[in-house]
């Protein structure tokens, strides 16, 4: 049994017929929209330098995001920073980056970190899947990186499902 193929099969699946779909035609309308008040986003200074909402300890409930932060979180967070501290030079960070503050920027940074993490894991063998995820993961740092793999398969899956839900809404409330 192939692992890696397995992991990755699920992962371009899911890319391929779920989210690439409903990220099409997203508007920066959509892409800012907060549906409900104190919703969490990516928010321009006037300084011009975007930040997204938050830190690292989520309140209790969690606040509602808009598909600017979730796409934000699932380019960065769970692809990007993940890419660059597991099979890079580590030199992408939340302070390094820089944000998207359009829709279309924001598709097109989410696919290349998509593609980053996914050539990188495709050249993955046996014994580097099994290997410890290492210090950059915190508490999971003893897990091998096949666990790493499917945690970002399953977040990417979860907020894409979000994003998609917040399109729904946005279309059904403009409509």
Not at 108 to 136: F, K, M, N, Q, T
Request: hydrophobic residues 45%; aromatic residues 8%; charged residues 25%.
């Amino acid at each position: 049994m192939d692992w890696r193929a397995e992991v990755l099969d699920q992962l371009d699946l899911y890319w391929e017929h779920n989210l690439t779909p409903a990220l099409t035609g997203l508007t920066d309308d959509e892409y800012f929209w907060e549906p409900v008040k104190d919703c969490w986003s990516v928010r321009t200074a006037a300084d011009g330098r975007a930040t997204l909402d938050g830190g690292h300890e989520t309140p209790d409930p969690p606040p509602v995001t808009t598909i600017a932060w979730r796409m934000t979180h699932v380019s960065l967070h769970v692809l990007g920073l993940r890419t660059s501290a597991h099979f890079g030079d580590g030199s992408l960070t939340m302070a390094t980056a820089e944000l998207p503050v359009t829709a279309d920027a924001a598709v097109a940074a989410l696919e290349g970190h998509y593609r980053d993490w996914r050539d990188a894991v495709s050249a993955l063998d046996e014994a580097a899947l099994e290997r410890p995820i290492g210090a950059a993961e915190g508490p999971w740092a003893d897990r091998p990186m096949a666990t790493l793999m499917l945690h970002v398969n399953r977040e990417v899956m979860h907020h894409g499902a979000e994003i998609a839900l917040l399109r729904d809404l946005y279309r059904t409330h403009f409509a």
